[in-house]
């Protein structure tokens, strides 16, 4: 296990709890997007974000393992209520991505921007 890997708020039952995307614009960071949702419940999206650069487990000289930084579990503005199922899909623009979350019980869907600036704004569809 990453070091401070532990205690990500994932459901571990759930569909598909866990996503993690790369941090545009900086290669050794990624996002680890978790999901709180057990069926029929809706749950709550958290963000932790993974430092490559930190020999976490590793001995110098061998590579660096990696190492979760706090704080840690972030919940993601306006991703509450959100049905189990989660996606990460690339931009467009080739450098940002997109996380794809369902509001629980409905047919509207959350598109959040994930790029640089780190304020993950939401664009909210319903069908």
């Not at 029929?40 to 979760?68: E, N, Q, R, Y």
């Given at each position: 296990?990453?070091?401070?890997?532990?205690?990500?708020?994932?459901?571990?039952?759930?569909?598909?709890?866990?996503?993690?995307?790369?941090?545009?614009?900086?290669?050794?960071?990624?996002?680890?997007?978790?999901?709180?949702?057990?069926?029929?419940?809706?749950?709550t999206v958290?963000?932790?974000?993974?430092?490559?650069?930190?020999?976490?487990?590793?001995?110098?000289?061998?590579?660096?393992?990696g190492d979760v930084?706090?704080?840690?579990?972030?919940?993601?503005?306006?991703?509450?209520?959100?049905?189990?199922?989660?996606?990460?899909?690339?931009?467009?623009?080739?450098?940002?991505?997109?996380?794809?979350?369902?509001?629980?019980?409905?047919?509207?869907?959350?598109?959040?921007?994930?790029?640089?600036?780190?304020?993950?704004?939401?664009?909210?569809?319903?069908?």
């Amino acid at each position: 296990m990453m070091p401070n890997g532990a205690g990500l708020t994932a459901n571990s039952s759930s569909n598909q709890p866990v996503v993690i995307s790369p941090k545009p614009g900086d290669s050794t960071m990624f996002y680890i997007f978790t999901n709180t949702a057990s069926y029929p419940a809706g749950g709550t999206v958290s963000i932790d974000t993974v430092d490559m650069k930190v020999f976490g487990g590793s001995v110098f000289p061998a590579p660096a393992l990696g190492d979760v930084k706090n704080p840690k579990n972030g919940a993601v503005a306006g991703l509450s209520n959100r049905a189990e199922g989660m996606i990460i899909i690339p931009h467009a623009n080739g450098t940002d991505y997109w996380l794809i979350t369902q509001q629980n019980s409905s047919q509207n869907f959350s598109a959040t921007l994930i790029d640089k600036t780190h304020t993950f704004p939401s664009i909210i569809t319903s069908e």
